[in-house]
T-cell receptor
Framework: KNEVEQSPQNLTAQEGEFITINCSYS?????LHWLQQHPGGGIVSLFM???GKKKHGRLIATINIQEKHSSLHITASHPRDSAVYIC????????????FGKGTKLSVIP | DVKVTQSSRYLVKRTGEKVFLECVQD?????MFWYRQDPGLGLRLIYF???????EKGDIPEGYSVSREKKERFSLILESASTNQTSMYLC???????????FGAGTRLSVL
C-alpha cells in the first residue's frame, strides 16, 4: 500500500463547479504539501499545511491530522485550473524528503 | 524572479551513453533534489543534497550518481544510459528546514 493515496485519479468537471481532491496518508508527518503540475511539466507549490486550513484565491486546503487526511478544494472552477494536483508529505521535522501521491488529473470543461 | 533552471527541456540519448543533467538555482538554497516522474508511479526521489559535496540516496538511486561542487548547482549523472531511464526528470531546491520546494521545468529524457 502506498504511503500517500490520492482520490480520484482522474476528475472531469464543468466550468464553475466546486471540486474536491482527497489525500490520505499512513505515516506520521510534519507537513503536507499540495502541488500543481501543468502540461509541460513545471510544478508549483500551492500550499504547505501542518494543521487546520489555508486559503489562496479560489483554492482551499484542509488537513485533519488525527484522521491523516487532507483535501484540496477549488471553488468556481475554470479551464485554466486543468492540471495534475499532487499531494506530498514530509515526515519528521528533520526530514528533507517528500513522499508523493500519484496525482489527480483534473480537466475543467468550458 | 527566483528560479530553478534545468539545462535541457528535451534530451535524446543512445543506450550506453553517459548523460549529464544539470540544475542551477539562484535562491541560495541548501537543499537540492533530483526526482524522476513516470506515468502511474508519480514522483520518486533519486538523490538529494543538503550541502556542497554532500549527497544522500533517495528511493531509486541505482544507475544514477550526483555531483554538487557548488551550492547553486546539482548535477545528475547517468553513467551508462538504459532504455528504462527514459523519463521526466525534475530538479528542486529548498531552504534548510523549510517547507516549500521550488521545482525546475523538468527534462524529458528519451534513451533509444
Amino acid at each position: 500500500k502506498n504511503e500517500v493515496e490520492q482520490s480520484p485519479q482522474n476528475l472531469t468537471a464543468q466550468e464553475g463547479e466546486f471540486i474536491t481532491i482527497n489525500c490520505s496518508y499512513s505515516v506520521g508527518i510534519s507537513a503536507l504539501h499540495w502541488l500543481q503540475q501543468h502540461p509541460g511539466g513545471g510544478i508549483v507549490s500551492l500550499f504547505m499545511l501542518s494543521s487546520g486550513k489555508k486559503k489562496h484565491g479560489r483554492l482551499i486546503a484542509t488537513i485533519n491530522i488525527q484522521e491523516k487526511h487532507s483535501s484540496l478544494h477549488i471553488t468556481a472552477s475554470h479551464p485554466r485550473d486543468s492540471a495534475v494536483y499532487i499531494c506530498a508529505v514530509r515526515r519528521g521535522a528533520g526530514s528533507y524528503q517528500l513522499t508523493f501521491g500519484k496525482g489527480t488529473k483534473l480537466s475543467v470543461i468550458p | 524572479d527566483v528560479k530553478v533552471t534545468q539545462s535541457s527541456r528535451y534530451l535524446v540519448k543512445r543506450t550506453g551513453e553517459k548523460v549529464f543533467l544539470e540544475c542551477v538555482q539562484d535562491m541560495d538554497h541548501e537543499n537540492m533534489f533530483w526526482y524522476r516522474q513516470d506515468p502511474g508511479l508519480g514522483l520518486r526521489l533519486i538523490y538529494f543534497s543538503y550541502d556542497v559535496k554532500m549527497k544522500e540516496k533517495g528511493d531509486i538511486p541505482e544507475g544514477y550518481s550526483v555531483s554538487r561542487e557548488k551550492k547553486e548547482r546539482f548535477s545528475l549523472i547517468l553513467e551508462s544510459a538504459s532504455t528504462n531511464q527514459t523519463s521526466m526528470y525534475l530538479c528542486a531546491s529548498s531552504l534548510q528546514g523549510a517547507g516549500y520546494s521550488t521545482f525546475g521545468a523538468g527534462t524529458r529524457l528519451s534513451v533509444l
